[in-house]
């Protein structure tokens, strides 16, 4: 494949340096024997510049190596991985800018220290590699990465909401599924037809494909109401937003580039701000956290009345609570569970700060006391003994035992693929402090209705040997200790 211009800088820049110090040559020797200026020398062993014909000629002379040699692109074993970085496409597709980065301040770090760079970025391939990380699962990590660096709250986007509902719904009404339907016919020409998952079994796991050359929105005919809704605000932000690089199924198949799962989130994310109301839903939770008394009755009626679902609505929650409340100390994370079960996947989560919670565990047991299990295998139990078919909302004050760190955790569980038995649970979680306790006055009364528990991490983290819901031996605690004591045996040797 081609390389981009600076990218065969960087390359020729990296590669002379390293011919260089090969030699024993300094800078300025390698200046003098090629009758150039050690600035000129400097910049080109940068990446910032690329010689002219006779340079490189002279330079390959001053060094005693072929003319050929020297121009080629490839790179000694030891900056090989610098050049799988620069073959990969990675500098072009994701937009460093959006994470503070100059790609140009990148490929000078590269050029200042190539051997450190190299090992930093095989290191991160061989981590990859291991764990078996797909480009989209990478993509996804980077995407969570820049939600959680704005707090997941982006004005524009706010701002490009509140222009399409003044446009077209000035009295606040609530955006149906056929005015919808309706601009995206007559405004982008687009034909919403569906497609039957039982006569096209390898499609039902999709909810939607759009085919860009015949502008048809195929969707899948077992929707809900409120998933079809959302789908189409969802393409009316790629519309809108007139966002090109985009997927064209939910969930996707594959993502060919960082662009894509970017201006996904957002669509998905100019759907939520107009099918709930960033003012209308600040008024009703200023309502809500007033109460004496926590119900999860009322907040699943709370969710019902903006027409969403659990996921979404805390999504949005996700959106408004940092920058209308300041309440930012908070993260967000769902499971997944077949009926019957005690496996229980993190199928997704989202800090906007650094607290505890499933962050970083690799085939770890979750703590079954967390409200996020319980409420499924609580939910699981109700399907079986009353055929119970809705959501269950369940409040849990978690206080960890390691580190007597209290949060509220607010989760939903609901039927997800209810064909298969498969469940899911998503949870609100937030850290228990003055300045929550300003915002949610149901906190501050001792007989506030949520349950209090002891929690930890991990079973494998855990000290809590009197544990019934333990399901795995704490290993990691244990290897801890091991080398504590370990420690302290030497410090003690004379």
């Known amino acids: 494949m081609s390389f981009p211009t600076d990218h065969i800088r960087l390359l020729f820049g ?30 080109i062993e940068k990446g910032r510049k690329y010689p002219k014909t006779d340079k490189i000629a002279a ?42 980065i100059d ?20 290191t991160f391939m061989d981590i990859a590699q291991s764990y078996n990380m797909s480009v989209e699962r990478l993509y996804l990590t980077m995407l969570r990465s820049y939600q959680e660096m704005y707090d997941n709250h982006f004005e524009d986007i706010e701002a490009a909401a509140s222009q399409f509902l003044s446009e077209f719904l000035p009295q606040g009404q609530p955006v ?62 790629f519309q809108y937003l007139n966002l090109k690089v985009r997927p064209c199924t939910y969930a996707w198949v594959e993502a060919e580039s960082f662009e894509q799962i970017l201006n996904n989130y957002k669509a998905s994310y100019f759907a939520g701000a107009i099918l709930i109301r960033r003012e209308q839903l600040a008024s009703r939770l200023e309502a809500f956290f007033q109460r004496e008394t926590w119900s999860s009755d009322d907040f699943l009626q709370l969710i019902a009345d903006f027409h969403s679902t659990p996921e979404r609505f805390f999504y949005r929650l996700s959106n408004i609570l940092p920058r209308d409340f300041g309440i930012d100390q908070l993260f967000f994370y769902r ?15 989202m800090h906007l700060s650094r607290l505890q919670g499933p962050r970083g565990m690799v085939d770890e047991h979750h703590c079954r006391r967390w409200v996020a299990l319980t409420s499924l295998q609580e939910l699981a139990l109700l399907q079986q003994q009353k055929e119970f078919n809705g959501s269950l909302c369940r409040a849990q004050l978690s206080q960890y035992a390691d580190t ?39 906190l501050n009364n001792p007989a506030n209705g949520i349950n209090h528990r002891i929690v930890n991490e991990a079973c494998e983290r855990c000290g809590l040997f009197d544990c019934r819901e333990r399901v795995a031996a704490p290993t990691v605690l244990q290897k801890r200790r091991q080398l504590e004591a370990m420690k302290r045996g030497m410090e003690s040797l004379k």
């Open 404 to 442: 007597g760190k209290t949060y509220l955790i607010i989760t939903v569980a609901h039927p997800h693929q209810p064909q298969i038995g498969q469940n899911m649970s998503v949870s609100m979680c937030f850290a228990v402090n003055d300045a929550l306790k300003s915002k949610m006055r149901f």
């Open 335 to 349: 499971f997944n569970n077949t009926a019957g079960q005690n496996i229980f996947r993190l199928t997704k989560e």
């Open 59 to 100: 330079l390959a002379n001053a060094m005693q190596v072929d003319y050929d040699s020297l121009v080629s692109l490839k790179l000694s074993k030891k900056l090989e991985p610098i050049s799988d970085l620069l073959r990969s496409n990675f500098l072009t597709e994701i937009p460093l800018e959006l994470f503070g």
């Open 14 to 43: 990296l590669k002379l340096r390293q011919l260089r110090l090969d030699k024993g040559l300094s800078v300025s020797e390698l200046a003098q024997a090629s009758g150039m200026s050690v600035s000129y020398v400097t910049e």
């Open 103 to 122: 790609p140009a301040d990148l490929l000078e770090l590269l050029a200042e220290a190539p051997d450190k760079v190299s090992a930093m970025i095989r």
């Open 176 to 237: 149906s599924e056929s005015l919808l339907t309706n601009l995206l016919r007559l405004q982008y020409n687009i034909d919403i037809h569906q497609f039957d998952p039982v006569t096209q079994p390898e499609l039902a796991q999709l909810r939607s494909v759009f085919r860009p050359e015949s502008q048809v929105l195929h969707l899948n005919a077992n929707l809900t109401t409120n998933q079809k809704t959302f789908i189409l605000a969802r393409e009316l932000g």
